[in-house]
């Protein structure tokens, strides 16, 4: 009698017969905000020559999708803790698709930017749902670190197969195809996912504080802003000004967190040194390696010619070693130790950061695939098991809030690194010694000094390409044995923080 009335159990619940396939519906999420985030560097020129943004405009395009997410990520993680992790994922969803047709069908710089800026807002809402929904889905421990190994494994990939995908529509279609392909993904993920998704929410949650919304909001823009701002003009009383605002509004957000019964976030979260040491380790990871990684993109094709299908299929073995060793990396850690798998696989991605630092414009594919392989393994390892640690020191009842914790690391990193490193390879290219008539646009990018090269005479075009390359090399190799240090450094780190840490 007392069994019959007893609830279901967690055996019973983690044999939930569609949880695999409802885990397929929140990869697909996650694949399609990490491919949307890689794409958009390919079909950068095509916008440039259609919708002929300034400057200043143009930078907006790429970076105001990345300040949204990171931005509100945090905020939808606990909208999503209190009206539903399903219903907002499947609202984010929907929003992502139909925000995906306006902007292929952008015909002004200012809708582009709006456009991409309510992208950045459901993407918001995507990404957290999805690794709260995994805590819900899977009890089993190993479950659950398998299937958090296969969302790490996607979000790792999508940023590998974003290049090929969009190299492959844009040598084929014009420069909307990248974002209209999300279309029938989202379709899939919205029919499958009602039927498969569990509902779930914080039990007496509060009130979702509007004014703690605006405060993370401003508080993380206006940092993110400030250094890339600084890392693009150096110092200015702009940067400065948003740095200020920024800091000012994170420290408010942070004390009205501490005294609301009902805080946006728990900052006691961090009182667990495993939940902040693995914060910490995928924030400085992603920061070494996204600036190396955006312009390896630049390098395969502006130094070394080849065409955006053929570059996005260069960088692949990232994806190959990022899902490989996704797949084994809860058994790995559960055999050795947290603490060995993460700072080992971080200081795999140090170690192939370091082999970087020796390319030249000439450097054969095997080096780079090799190093590349590398990088993705190293990053399966530690993502896996870091995203793993996060999710299961947290009650299940905050885990939007965990999440969304863990993908504000992702995005700060994303956005710090590509400011930070970005602007050693910048500093270093805008030096290189041109030829007489090189019109100044040559130094703000190697980009614009391949434009340049085309109307100049041939002799004088070569010698400003040989140049020009020679110093984005320079920078880039520069930039590398920079990521290298801050990976091996985070290595050292992770190894005492997560000491004593299980799955």
């Given amino acids: 009698m007392t069994s019959a009335l007893r609830p279901a159990t967690t055996t019973e619940a983690v044999k939930r017969p569609d949880r695999w396939l409802a885990l397929s519906v929140l990869v697909l999420g996650v694949l399609l905000v990490a491919v949307d985030a890689t794409v958009l560097g390919l079909a950068t020129p095509y916008i440039s020559e259609d919708l002929q943004p300034s400057g200043t405009q143009l930078l907006w395009i790429g970076d105001v999708y990345s300040f949204v997410i990171a931005g509100l990520l945090v905020s939808m993680g606990s909208l999503g803790d209190r009206i539903g992790r399903k219903r907002i994922l499947l609202i984010g969803a929907t929003a ?240 050795f130790s947290v603490r060995a798998v993460v700072s080992g696989g971080l200081a795999a991605i140090g170690l192939a950061l370091a082999a970087l630092t020796t390319i030249t414009q000439s450097t054969g594919y095997p080096l780079l695939g090799a190093a590349l392989l590398m990088v993705g393994v190293g990053a399966g390892f530690s993502f896996t098991v870091t995203a793993d640690v996060i999710l299961s020191s947290v009650p299940k009842d905050q885990a939007g809030s965990a999440s969304a914790v863990s993908e504000t690391a992702y995005e700060l990193g994303a956005a710090l690194g590509i400011a930070v490193l970005g602007s050693i390879v910048t500093g270093v290219y805008r030096g290189f010694p041109s030829p007489p008539g090189t019109p100044t646009s040559a130094h703000d990018s190697l980009g614009g000094a391949v434009e340049a090269a085309g109307h100049l005479p041939t002799a004088t075009g070569e010698a400003l390409l040989s140049s020009a390359r020679e110093a984005f090399v320079d920078g880039l190799t520069l930039a590398a044995g920079a990521g290298a240090i801050v990976l091996l450094a985070t290595a050292t780190a992770a190894w005492f923080l997560l000491r004593g840490q299980r799955l």
């Fill in 96 to 335: 992502f698709g139909l925000i995906s047709v306006l902007n292929a069908y952008a015909t002004t710089p200012e809708l582009m930017i709006a456009a991409r800026a309510l992208l950045g807002v459901a993407g918001a809402a995507l990404m957290p749902a999805t690794l709260a929904l995994i805590r819900i889905l899977f009890h089993d421990p190993r479950e659950r670190s398998l299937a958090v190994g296969i969302w790490g494994a996607t979000a790792s990939a999508g940023t590998a197969v974003g290049p090929v995908v969009g190299g492959f529509l844009l040598e084929h279609f014009w420069w909307g195809s990248v974002f209209l392909i999300n279309l029938p993904v989202m379709v899939v993920l919205i029919v499958v996912g009602i039927r498969t998704l569990p509902e779930s929410r914080t039990p007496n949650p509060g009130p979702w504080d509007l004014a703690s919304v605006v405060l993370s909001l401003v508080g993380l823009i206006g940092i993110v802003y400030a250094v890339k701002e600084a890392a693009t003009h150096g110092l200015t009383w702009a940067s400065l000004g948003a740095g200020l605002l920024g800091a000012a509004a994170l420290y408010g957000f942070i004390r009205r967190q501490l005294t609301l019964p009902a805080p946006l976030l728990d900052m006691r979260l961090f009182r667990n040194r495993g939940f902040s040491g693995a914060v910490l380790a995928d924030l400085l990871t992603v920061l070494g390696l996204s600036g190396l990684i955006f312009f390896l993109s630049q390098y395969l094709q502006l130094v070394q010619g080849r065409r955006p299908f053929e570059a996005g299929l260069a960088e692949l073995p990232a994806a190959v070693g990022a899902v490989a060793a996704g797949l084994i990396a809860g058994r790995t850690a559960r055999r």
